[in-house]
């Protein structure tokens, strides 16, 4: 008899501890939920910001980094247009690109299927058998843990604002420059319910396993998680490591430095603003790590990394850090996490890529260094090489070492391109989470192919310029466009005035090339862009 009591009472306790846990992890944020205020309507004067953020962490490379927990409030969006930049009165963002650079025929001209990157038909059946294999799988890990749902299967909807945005790539750019799509994309990431949470590819590859040993960690102990919406759509979520006023320390390796969310949120704006258009979009969102991530995802891996904090925050972390110790976990507040959203590309299987090595590639070593980094004379090798010798690929590289230089990212190892558009196609600008880290530090040798080849395009120079005025101030208009976020502020004011700074530096190399070797060797032109681009610098000239 006493044992029988016993056996109750271990049942009884048992039961307790399955009621506490559904109670918080289920009951309570539901209830959460409903008792927090509902959000005003964009444009409401009374909506303020209310900001919980957690405590800072610690800056010494010689301490763990502690778990990092905030979340933020949306602030009421400025109006926007179809193309989803904002607008108003005495709007520099608006003047901006309402000027004539922002306005010219893009070189070269579209002239039919072959200039965009996807058959919209065969993309189209492409992602109907994607969905339907989706539907199978969900069925069968339904079936196999006797789970009941009475979702209907997902339904590919062509007008989805991310097939849209698969559509519309071109070899001019990811997007249009006055596209909806953007903005439609944007919102759908903020705002879809996620269906599924898993590793992304590298990661699922690593398997956990670290090498101690290396000095440059794997990319998948960065915590990077690929989510899928209600709509089918997929996004690479970054998790919030730093707080806005944190500067990376100055004896931490680039190589080592934590990945930024408000960095790649950042970049997309900026290169938006340069008229790039090679960063997918990406939008901050505050993500409930239970509800989003814990709850739909079907990897048992990612599962086991989830605990709950002695301060009572949801956390989780990557596999890798309880051998290696090289990155430490990430928590809600309790659930609410702030992060960064880009978007997918295209699968591989529909638009190939080629990933190539940045000739002015670091060495990631402790004391090594490159050739170009010892031989003032690296780019007259480069420039006898293919294709930087038969194409504007030497061109490109050098925009994305000023767009690199002016976010501060000093991690371009490789560059990624769609192989459809041979060698003269743009360069993805991916992964720019490295960005951002220091605002009282300018890295000038990110400026190395500007400075030893002496080439930049006109196109590229000319909007520099623009932006080096006081009635379009780059900072300015960066400033302006990260409202339209929801976790603004992204930038600290410090990184915001950097970018002025760093702005004119790109133009003083620019003129001691011009100095030294004469416009006509430096500035180059497209092979028809010319015509189309002097009304812009007339305009800019007056």
């Known amino acids: 008899m006493p ?39 964009p444009g409401c004067p009374c909506a303020g910001r209310a900001a919980s953020p957690g405590p800072a ?28 930049r904002r607008r108003g009165p005495g709007s520099k963002l608006r003047a901006l690109f309402a000027h004539p650079l922002y306005n010219v025929p893009e070189e070269p001209p579209l002239l039919g299927p072959e200039d965009s990157l996807l ?11 994607k969905v339907a294999r989706w539907n199978r799988r969900h069925k069968m890990y339904k079936e196999q843990r006797n789970l009941t749902s009475l979702d209907p299967p997902l339904q590919l909807r062509p007008e989805a604002s991310w097939v849209q945005f698969h559509l519309g790539i071109d070899r001019q750019g990811l997007y249009s420059r006055s596209s909806p799509i953007v903005s439609k994309l944007l919102h759908d990431m903020r705002h879809f319910p996620t269906i599924s949470a898993d590793y992304s590819q590298d990661e699922k590859a690593l398997l956990g396993a670290c090498d101690c040993t290396q000095i440059v960690k794997p990319s998948g102990v960065h915590l990077k998680l690929v989510l899928r919406f209600s709509d089918f759509g997929k996004a690479m979520f970054k ?7 944190e500067e990376t320390p100055e004896d931490f390796f680039y190589f080592i430095d934590f990945q930024r969310h408000n960095a790649e949120i950042a ?47 949801v956390c989780f972390f990557a596999k890798c850090p309880y051998m290696c110790k090289t990155e430490y976990a990430v928590c809600g507040n309790p659930h609410l996490l702030e992060g960064s959203l880009s978007a997918f590309l295209p699968s591989l299987n529909l638009a190939p890529r080629l990933s190539v090595p940045n000739p002015w590639i670091r060495s990631y070593s ?57 060698d003269d196609g743009f360069l993805i600008h ?24 002496c080439r930049i395009k006109r196109k590229t ?30 930038l600290t004011e410090p990184h915001l005035l950097a970018l002025d700074r760093r702005l004119q530096t790109i133009l003083q190399t620019v003129e001691g090339c011009i100095e030294a070797h004469g416009e006509q060797s430096v500035v180059a032109n497209g092979p028809a862009e010319q015509s189309a681009l002097d009304s812009g610098q007339a305009h800019l000239t007056s």
């Open 3 to 41: 044992g029988l009591r016993r056996d109750r009472l271990l049942t009884l306790l048992l039961l307790g501890a399955l009621l506490s846990a559904d109670l918080y992890f289920h009951l309570w944020p539901q209830v959460q939920r409903q008792l927090r205020p509902r959000e005003r309507p």
């Open 57 to 84: 962490p610690a800056a010494a490379p010689s301490a763990p980094h502690p778990a990092a927990h905030n979340f933020s409030r949306a602030r009421p969006r400025a109006e926007q247009d179809a193309g989803g």
């Open 119 to 129: 058959a919209s038909q065969e993309a189209l059946r492409y992602y109907r058998r």
């Open 239 to 245: 998790p919030m490591r730093q707080q806005r006023d």
């Open 267 to 313: 970049a997309f704006h900026l290169d938006r603003i340069l008229d790039f258009r090679r960063v997918p979009p990406t939008v901050g969102r505050l993500v409930n790590v239970t509800k989003e991530i814990l709850e739909v995802t079907k990897n048992e891996i990612l599962q086991s990394v989830f605990f709950v904090s002695p301060a009572s925050n």
């Open 366 to 422: 402790l004391a090594g260094k490159e050739e170009w980094e010892v031989n003032p004379l690296y780019c007259d090798t480069v420039k006898q090489i293919y294709p930087h010798n038969s194409s504007n690929r030497l061109l490109n590289i050098i925009d994305m070492a000023i767009f690199d230089f002016l976010t501060g990212n000093m991690d371009r190892h490789h560059y990624e391109m769609f192989t459809k558009f041979g």
């Open 430 to 453: 991916l992964d720019n989470a490295r960005g951002f880290g220091r605002h009282s530090h300018d890295e000038i040798s990110i400026l190395s192919p500007l400075s030893q080849c």
């Open 461 to 490: 120079l000319l909007h520099l310029q623009l932006l080096a005025q006081a009635d379009y101030r780059l900072s300015d208009v960066m400033r302006e466009s990260l409202l339209e976020d929801q976790l603004t502020p992204v």
